[in-house]
């Protein structure tokens, strides 16, 4: 139903405008009695008829008090008589609802406005009123008090900005440097970024383009001895990093399945062999790794137990779908 249209006054609707007390056009709700109306156009009639700074809040308020009955709902949101609304004009009830809501809304803020006074997401404001027992106000507005004291709470803000986390291009602004040598401290072990489930990466430069960085561990970077910062930031692009000597010689692929294959003969007590079988032809890329180990006379441990075992372990799991598990025939 639009109410939206119906603003002439026909038959009954003008009969009831004449009884108001002129024609049809005598006033603006008497123009549109035909139909009830919602809180932000009820406010629009209100001000044009009383001159007041009504606000569909007071609308809100007068209708707690009893004052403008519910009488109908459109999308949800309640709709007011206007008959109520036309008798409500310019009564002491009307002017005390728009002082008290100018006074609160001097004294208070919206959510979005005080986290933004904090420098805080809406989520984080939530959270630590929450925690504080800070309750929100009318219309879920903050009191202006509540919100400088938390501002003022500067070990609060500080620990709030250390945990956030920035992706790896955020990251490089913030330590002022490219890309590449974000790569090249993470290679290096000088900061290790963490999985969106808030989880440290493994060990694994492939890792530094979906992982987050803690705003915190950036900070401590920067401060950080024995590298020249300005040296670094000064480099023009397209040269060499002067952290690059800073890498390891990271492991290749190989020498990191071979060392799961290791792990994995820890754990279990037996000698589990990584063996590589090269592709069939030198066009195709269908060569495989496999695991293979001896089982003693009840064919333990079995393939399910080896790759549970691989499926443990934090630095090789990620290669667990690539290995072709064989336990050795008993020759028991």
Not at 5 to 19: L, R
Not at 241 to 270: F, K, N, Q, W, Y
Request: hydrophobic share 40%; aromatic share 6%; charged share 30%.
């Amino acid at each position: 139903m639009d109410t939206t249209e119906q603003t002439t006054a026909v038959g009954p609707a003008a009969d009831d405008a004449a009884a108001f007390g002129g024609t049809s056009g005598s006033t603006p709700a008497a123009q549109e009695r035909r139909w009830p109306l919602g809180a932000a156009r009820c406010a629009e009639l209100l001000a044009e008829a009383t001159g007041l700074p009504v606000r569909y809040e007071d609308i809100e308020t007068l209708a707690d008090l009893g004052l403008l009955p519910v009488v109908d709902h459109y999308k949800g949101r309640p709709l007011y008589d206007l008959d109520a609304v036309d008798a409500v004009a310019g009564t002491e009830a009307l002017a005390v609802a728009v002082a008290a809501r100018q006074e609160w809304f001097a004294a208070s803020m919206s959510l979005r406005d005080a986290a933004a006074r904090l420098g805080w997401t809406d989520d984080e404001l939530t959270r630590e009123t929450h925690a504080r027992d800070i309750a929100p106000g009318r219309w879920g507005r903050y009191a202006r008090a509540d919100v400088e004291a938390l501002a003022a709470d500067t070990d609060l803000c500080d620990r709030l900005r250390r945990v956030r986390t920035v992706d790896a291009e955020r990251a490089a602004e913030v330590l002022e440097v490219r890309r590449v040598e974000l790569d090249h401290l993470v290679a290096a072990g000088l900061i290790r970024p963490v999985h969106r489930a808030a989880e440290r990466c493994p060990d694994d430069r492939a890792d530094v383009s979906v992982g987050l960085f803690n705003v915190g561990d950036l900070e401590d970077l920067r401060e950080i001895d024995g590298i020249d910062w300005e040296t670094v930031r000064g480099v023009r692009p397209g040269r060499p990093s002067p952290l690059r000597e800073l890498m390891p010689a990271l492991p290749t692929r190989a020498e990191r399945i071979r060392a799961l294959a290791d792990r994995v003969t820890t754990v279990l007590g037996v000698p589990v062999t990584a063996v590589w079988h090269e592709p069939r032809s030198r066009r195709r890329d269908d060569g495989w790794w496999e695991y293979t180990w001896p089982t003693d006379p009840t064919g333990a441990p079995t393939a399910a137990t080896v790759a549970r075992a691989i499926r443990d372990d934090q630095a090789g799991s990620r290669y667990r779908r690539e290995i072709q598990l064989t336990p050795a025939k008993n020759e028991h």
